[in-house]
């Protein structure tokens, strides 16, 4: 009976196999290795530089004859000592002034010359690869035309793993050359891969999978089917040498920077994979339709190189030609990122791309970007609160109405609000839609207006937005992600650290007491939400509670925080408040200067005037910090352990010493991720993160963990365009204002002076209160006027509306918020002023433990979670239930009434619950949630504040959880 191979030698010879006849792969003979010092296969560069540049052969062999091979091979060497080897192949060889190619990147036609010379790069690998004094063996590496590029170690899981890959990596003599030469070094076992450009340490590898797990792209083949199919194949091996591979030059240390060595960056698989995707999917959309007017989201988990992965893409982008031509696809691109000091994440990781120095222009200065379009810089750097403005000089300058533009958006969610998202969302309008501006211009032939829609919008940009946790406008606008990296996956690889595993949880109780109280009949209405908020802020800026606070903050951090990493780990304290913060900074810096403490405090924030003082107060002086220096780089000293924030780097932060958090601000849903994610970057040493919340909000923030874990829980949906109609028809059906009025209103706002304006406005004021007398019912009004706003300036990214919608909209804008006299918010200070903090306590409530998110699935049929069937309840059941339970009055039951009505006939509510109608856990546990802060929003906007603060209404289970099941369950048996 013949012997039975050892699983990892059938292992290998499957690939090996699979290498020579899928890939055409040559095999090389130990004695092929003719210098075994350098493991130069030297016959295969030589035929090859024979084949394809026997004129400079020629030429060198006048001056050198038959010693010109010897002079290639010493020139090799020699440059060996100064770059990498995959450097000098990618940028050719230079031999006593005369130029040899030691490879043939692609070529951008396949009718050329260079499709034949790209042909003749040979790849070839030997198996069983022998080398040093002791004859060691690695088990393939790969050459490209006689250079060595690639190591690889394979593992079979019968008896090994591919960290036994790893651990005989990290084992070698890393003297030996073969360890220095190749790019990259590849050690896998039948269903993982792991990879390093530097052998010489275990952290050095990181996962290279494809997802959470690896499955076989073909029936029979192995899990890691992708690596021999893709990852080796000639095309890609080509791909990584003439694009991917970036060498990052060493870097003397430096006031701001310290100092750095050179190395070499190769992605990771699902930033090729990302990369590839967009750049073929524009290329194959310039074919299709002779345009690069696409969208794409992609959905790449909070810390897990997203940052490297747009710096890619930009790379890409710029270098993508029209196919067979000399020609750029993309004129130039755009990158757009939230964070003000033009991100230093940006800045540090486009510099690493030391190529593209000369075409990359960072827009620090208000000059620079317009310097930077006129010049036509190929790639651009800059704040989205800049990107109306680009858009604005788009449109505006012939020269560059003409131009192909990608648009790189980092956090694209944030850039969704106000007048900032609307330029986003402008030219995502349907090409062949008229714009509703236009309509009016019946000179202009119907096919000339569709082509000059086209191509002022779509025709000439492409937009690509990068986001962790992205919102359903997001998703409505750009559509399903291209390309996802979950959380999941980076923190199964090892990419960043889990930090919602638990949450200490502290409640803060207090009972305020104002003895000025406003009269009932001024019926003053103060801004929305400001009031609410203007007294948690009493509560959560008190000395008292500060001081105690801060001592449990202290406690917790030198206990339990200071300790990680090494006794190198720092912390962040989230205030509610400038003010607030100002005092936890003050009371900590006191605090830590009476214990001795051997670290330091900072306090990070926009600069303010104290409403208190009027004092100006500057974070630079504040800090103490030098002329140009930021808080951050002062953060990164070892002596700063503390930093308190207030509305300050909750996103876009990256501090891999931070481990601790304190939290005394209520954060939630893709706020909550976010900002707790900010401690998820890894560190050598850091294996557990504290985190610690003030609100009584630890299990909202671990469900907004598990809403977001594996990739965005929304659906794209179509919006409705109906939606402005039955709004607009609201609105007339009240009989406050006629069309006519508006129409001459909307007229007025364009050519009128602010002063007719305004009179105007008075005059529809005066109309409204003759009309609607109850005050309830006027602050409806106003909502349904705000509420149209909001819908039609979504709504015309999509449709074109006539002018009538233009109007209102134009009207509500500006008349519906002056309707109602407000009360100044300095009126409202003086009643807050005089708030005071009576009675209150920090109560811990113990350590709040993730037990796993439920999540939505993907399959569209069976009943997920058990449990008895969801049953319509209806409004007026749902109230008697209340009844039942909680002592509500008449007012408070009507509306509980309009609110859940409201939200019933809500279409993107319906339409969130529709498609997660198989997924009880999903819409009991995490889009209940949700819900329940559109209702609190929608009392917000009502003013009730009184419910907003009151247990029987916000406790978990109470009135705002029964409301939000009751739409729920309305939606499900429409």
Known sequence: MARRKAPEITFQ??????????????????????????????????????????????????????????????????????????????????VRGIGFKLFYSKPRSDQSVATALYERNRITFRHHFYFGAKNEEIDFVAYLNGLPIITIELKHEQNQTVHDAVSQYAARDHNERIFQLPFLHIAADTSDVMVATDPRREENFRWFNTGLANEPMTKGEYPVEYLYREVLSKERLLESLSFFLVHVPKRDAAADRPAQPEFS????????????????????????????????????????????????????LHSLYKPGTNYKLVDMVVILTDRKSLDKNIRDEIENFSHLKNIVGLARKAEDLPRFLKNRMPIIVSTQQKFAWILEQLEKDPSLKERRVAFLIDEAHRSQEGQM??????????PDEADAEDARDNGEDEEEKIARIIREHDNNQLFVAFTATPAPITVTLFGAPFDTYSEAEAIEEGYIVDVATSILSFKTLYNLNCPILPKKEEEKLYPKGVISKALKNVA?????????????????????????????SKAMIVATSRVAGLRYYEIIKEKLKERGAHYKVLYAF??????????????????????????????????????????????????PLLAGMFLDKAVIDRNAVQTVSRLNRCYDGKNDVIVVDFTNN??????AFAKYRKGTPFEPGDPDEKQCTKLLEEIFAAAVYTQKEVTEFAQLAKTGTDAQIQYAVSNLRTRFQEKIVDIEQRKAFVYLLARYVKSYHFLTCFFTYPPPYAEMATFAEIVGPQLIKMGTVSDMMKLVRATTVVKASVQDQGEVVWKGGKRKGPSSTGQKGGGVPLVKVSISDMIAEIRKSFAITEEEA???????????????????????????????????????????????ERGRYDELTNPNYIDTGAIFDIMAMTVIQNHLHV
């Open 13 to 94: 010879e499957h690939i090996a196999g699979f290498l020579v006849r899928e890939h055409g792969y040559g095999m090389l003979e130990q004695s092929e290795i003719t210098d075994p010092d350098y493991a130069l296969a030297e016959d295969h560069l030589w035929a090859f530089l024979q084949d394809t540049q026997a004129e400079a052969i020629a030429k060198l062999a006048e001056d050198y004859g038959n010693d010109s091979r010897d002079e290639i091979f010493k020139a090799l060497k020699d440059e060996l000592r100064r770059s990498p080897l995959w450097l000098i192949i990618r940028n050719g060889l230079t």
């Open 265 to 316: 960056l190769f992605p990771r698989y699902h930033q090729s994979r990302m990369v590839r995707k967009v750049a073929d999917a524009a290329l194959q959309n310039f074919v299709d339709t002779g345009t690069i007017g696409r969208k794409f989201l992609i959905n790449h988990s909070a810390g897990s190189g997203k940052t490297l992965s747009i710096c890619w893409l930009a790379d890409r």
């Open 421 to 430: 998202g609307a330029a986003i969302r402008v030219p995502f309008r349907k």
């Open 540 to 568: 959560y800026q008190d000395d008292g509670l500060i001081q105690y606070k801060a001592e449990v903050m202290l406690r917790i951090f030198e206990e339990r925080v200071s300790p990680l990493i090494n006794g190198r």
């Open 606 to 655: 926009s600069d303010f005037t104290h409403p208190e003082t009027n004092e100006a107060i500057s974070e630079h002086k504040v800090n103490d910090l030098g002329t140009g220096e930021l808080i951050e780089d002062r953060f990164e000293g070892d002596d700063y352990r503390l930093m308190v924030v207030a509305n300050k780097f909750q996103t876009g932060f990256d501090q």
């Open 698 to 703: 630890a299990d909202a923030i671990l469900k």
């Open 894 to 940: 009507l509306y509980i009434k309009e609110v859940t009505e409201e939200k019933v006939a809500d279409d993107v509510i319906k339409t969130t619950v529709l498609n997660h109608r198989n997924d009880r856990p999903y819409l009991e546990d995490i889009y209940r949630l949700q819900l329940n802060k559109f209702i609190q929003d929608a009392y917000d």
